[in-house]
């Protein structure tokens, strides 16, 4: 975090500073990590500084592009930026405090603790806007957002996003694809299982290989539903400790058309740019107003979010999410009527 230190003479602003000073205010915010709560009513993201003076800067908004998922954690409903004006609601507040600030509880209960206590305060009006930029944090060479152990670079990323690879041309690039082969084997076990059952030199790679032994019947079909499914690191053998689909003398198959889910979390970091705003002071009634015209207030960095995925070799996937969502929802409804009628 660096120290950006704003000098700003307000002579003809100022009725109070009758003596012509330079009011300098020093802010200790721009590029911060940012924290996030949900309070009643708003959302508020927020830094905080314990170091030379204790301070703090937050961002208190609605909007309904953004929620909170079962967690707590920072999503949008968009992959868009978000951008909403500054308001009597959405507003921007900068206050120094007789003490050190910690944790959440201050910005976000719904009756803020009585220390510390506020000595100075700044607030924006209704001019400005508040720009809340989305983006992966896992979108580089050595991350590995599909959790495979192989990184994006492994994995075929392109860093300019044109020309992923993506193996099984299931429209999921293999960076992100737990399956990479679509054989209903995470690549994560057939890794494993290269150590466990070794292969010929040259030969392909389990991972990336639909037919793993060689024996013209896709590895697919030689795993259960149950075990690509429900329990993807056990699967079906004849007795001899190896899998049978890793075992060319076995050909026998199953006939399903199941495919495993495809789902994962990822990493996000949200920009945080405040434009064309300014702060006024509210503790003394000076009125002394600083503006900005554009802040780069730092990052929200929220990890392991769900992120679903849609493998185009299951037809209506994006609809079954969406009836097994009304499902849920239709039996938590017969759950609340059940409970008031009884």
């Known amino acids: 975090m660096k120290r950006f230190l704003i000098a700003i003479a307000l002579l003809g602003l100022l009725t109070s500073c009758d003596d012509g000073d330079i009011i300098v205010t020093d802010f200790d915010f721009e590029d ?10 708003k959302y508020v993201i927020y830094a905080t500084n314990n170091d030379d003076v204790n301070e703090s800067i937050s961002v208190e908004f609605t909007n309904s592009n953004i929620t909170t998922d079962d967690s707590g954690n920072f999503i949008t409903n968009t992959s868009e930026n978000i951008t909403f004006s500054l308001s009597s609601t959405n507003k921007v507040i900068y206050r120094i405090y007789n003490g050190q600030i910690t944790g959440s509880s201050y910005f976000c209960q719904v009756v803020p603790p009585s220390e510390p206590v506020p000595t100075t305060e700044y607030e924006s009006g209704s001019d400005g806007t508040v720009t809340i930029a989305t983006r992966f944090t896992d979108e580089t060479g050595d991350a590995d957002p599909d959790d495979d152990g192989l990184s994006n670079l492994e994995e075929g990323w392109d860093p300019d996003g044109l020309n992923h690879q993506d193996t099984d041309g299931d429209g999921i690039p293999d960076y992100l694809d737990r399956d990479d082969d679509g054989d209903n084997v995470i690549t994560r076990v057939e890794r494993v299982n290269e150590n466990n059952y070794p292969q010929p030199e040259g ?9 793993d032994d060689g024996d013209a019947v896709p590895t697919r079909l030689e795993v259960s539903e149950e075990d690509g499914l429900t ?44 434009r064309n705003f300014s702060l006024t002071r509210t503790d003394d009634g000076s009125g002394e107003t600083i503006s900005y015209s554009s802040y780069q207030l730092g990052s929200l960095n ?9 493998p185009n070799t299951i037809e209506n996937c994006d609809d079954e999410e969406e009836e097994t969502d009304e499902t849920e929802e239709t039996d938590e409804t017969d759950e609340t009527d059940e409970e008031t009628s009884n």
């Open 32 to 41: 911060s990590t940012l924290q996030f709560c949900e309070g009643p009513n």
């Open 203 to 211: 030969a392909i790679p389990y991972y990336l290989n639909p037919d």
């Open 231 to 274: 329990n993807p690191g056990s699967f079906t053998s004849t007795g001899d400790g190896v899998p049978n689909y890793l075992n060319a003398q076995q050909t026998a198959f199953f006939q399903h058309n199941e495919y495993i889910p495809h789902n994962i979390t990822r990493n996000y970091g949200y920009q945080v740019t405040l």
């Open 302 to 310: 929220e990890t392991n979010i769900p992120f679903e995925l849609c």
